[in-house]
């Protein structure tokens, strides 16, 4: 039976997220859902799912306190191959560096810089928090039933500038495009919290459980 686990690194509540993956994969039929902090519990999973909430040095930070975390997600993912989706600063620490408070290495997984939101209208607040619609640019199996117009919840003052454009899934217009899901090979991430995106969350997660890269 496939195994997905959300890494708990002590970065933010997992109660709803573990509830919302737990009922698509119950309705689904897509195997077992678990929260663990243990490297051993991670090193076999099937899917790995990285949340975080709050600034990208506090959560990089913790997750390397975490003795041996990283380097379990890591072996999974880059060697193993298994699907990675990297939530809300789970999505931003794939980058090449993080530029929030101080420069902050990321994965590396996915090229490009996590940078402030900066509005010329001054009617648009940061963070960027609330609901909006999403564009779709880049076809993929997570978006499946997913289209432009779909709308998810976002609460964030940083964005993810992918170097790659190919490698940008999806953006929302707000102070010009604003990066929404990335993703390339086994790795996707969302900046926005599917968990909280109803519907479209919804499906999201449906599809991350189900897809083979």
């Known amino acids: ?6 890494v708990d690194y002590d970065s933010g509540n997992l109660h709803s997220a573990q509830k919302a993956f737990e009922r698509m994969a119950r309705e689904a039929g897509t195997g077992t859902v678990v929260v663990s902090a243990e490297p051993d519990v991670v090193a076999r999973a099937d899917r790995i799912v990285l949340p975080g909430d709050g600034a990208f040095p506090s959560c990089r930070a913790a997750l390397i306190r ?3 975390l990283f380097e379990a997600v890591d072996e999974a993912v ?3 191959g298994a699907p990675f989706l990297g939530i809300c600063i789970g999505m931003q620490m794939l980058a090449t ?3 929030e408070f101080e420069p902050t290495p990321g994965f590396g997984w996915i090229g490009g810089e996590v940078v402030r939101i900066t509005p010329a209208d001054p009617a648009l607040k940061v963070p960027h928090m609330g ?3 999403l564009v779709i640019d880049t076809p993929h199996a997570v978006l499946e039933g997913i289209g432009t117009g779909d709308h998810a919840y976002f609460v964030h003052s940083y964005h993810f500038v992918v170097e790659n454009p190919a490698e940008r ?3 929302v217009d707000y102070a010009g495009a604003t990066t929404a899901i990335v993703g390339r090979d086994n790795i996707v991430g969302t900046q926005f919290h599917p968990e909280k995106s109803q519907r479209t969350g919804l499906r999201l997660i449906a599809n991350f459980l189900a897809w083979k890269p």
């Open 131 to 133: 609901w909006n619609d």
């Open 1 to 6: 039976m496939s195994l997905t686990v959300l």
């Open 97 to 99: 560096r993080g530029l």
């Open 78 to 80: 880059t060697r193993r």
């Open 66 to 68: 975490h003795t041996g």
């Open 169 to 171: 899934l999806a953006h």
